[in-house]
């Protein structure tokens, strides 16, 4: 049968729209958040960060905001394009540490 | 290279054997991460380099497995005894310094018959 764990959260978007990926982040001592895009057969590649004294960040076509509050974090994707599909991860890293936990992931397909 | 480089690529062997996986991170970077990623799955932590030491390598889900760095650069994670759940694509990051976005190669894909 299939596994629970191949079913990621999809979502499909036209060209040109705009797109919003959400993340729940698990602990709020967590100080710095990154998103991460990844390719079928490549490695997660680095979009956007942003430390907890923000809630905002914008960068080329994304923004990230953060909501302490309620730990969640977004990653919105201007004019979405085609190839923008790929597996979006939110990654949370607690002050003192260096290493990253991960999301499970968001899948983004965009149709033309 | 520019960018973090990982051999090989893809890796089939038979259950019961060892196998290597090689990291070599972009030049300069302090820091060396492993993470294992199985198939539709996020990525899991395995073990930190700082330099050649390891203050982190609480993710290494047994003692089968292993990571070495030397030289402050090429790191080596080897898997004893492979078992099929070994089975996922492996995958190395580095960073400048603890503050900084890890910087991930496209991975080992073990396959494990």
């Known amino acids: 049968g299939e596994s629970v764990g191949l079913h990621l959260p999809t979502l499909s978007v036209q060209e040109g729209d705009n797109s919003i990926i959400n993340c729940a982040y698990s602990?709020?001592?967590?100080?710095?958040f990154i998103w991460y895009k990844q390719e079928s057969g490549k490695g997660p590649q680095f979009i956007i960060d942003?430390?907890?004294?923000?809630d905002k960040r914008q960068g080329q076509r994304v923004t990230v905001l953060l909501n302490k509050t309620v730990k969640h974090l977004s990653l919105q994707i201007a004019a979405t394009q085609p190839g923008d599909s790929a597996v979006y991860f939110c990654?949370?890293?607690?002050?003192?540490?260096?290493?990253?936990?991960f999301g499970k992931g968001t899948m983004l397909l965009v149709s033309p | 290279g520019a960018g973090v480089s990982q051999s090989p690529s893809n890796k089939v062997t038979e259950k019961g054997k060892d196998v290597e996986l090689r990291c070599d991170p972009i030049?300069?970077?302090?820091?060396l991460y492993w993470y294992r990623q199985s198939l539709g799955q996020g990525l899991e932590f395995l073990i930190y380099?700082?330099?050649?030491?390891?203050?982190?390598k609480s993710g290494l889900p047994s003692d089968r497995f292993s990571a070495e760095r030397t030289g402050g650069s090429v790191s080596t994670l080897t898997i004893q005894r492979t078992q099929q759940e070994d089975s996922a694509v492996y995958l190395c990051?580095?960073?400048?310094?603890?503050?900084?976005?890890?910087?991930f190669g496209d991975g080992t894909r073990l396959s494990i018959l």
């Open positions: 990051a580095s960073s400048g310094d603890r503050g900084k976005p890890q910087h």
């Open positions: 602990n709020s001592a967590s100080d710095y």
């Open positions: 942003i430390r907890s004294n923000m």
């Open positions: 990654a949370e890293k607690v002050e003192g540490y260096s290493t990253l936990t």
């Open positions: 030049s300069g970077h302090t820091a």
């Open positions: 380099f700082q330099g050649n030491s390891a203050p982190d």
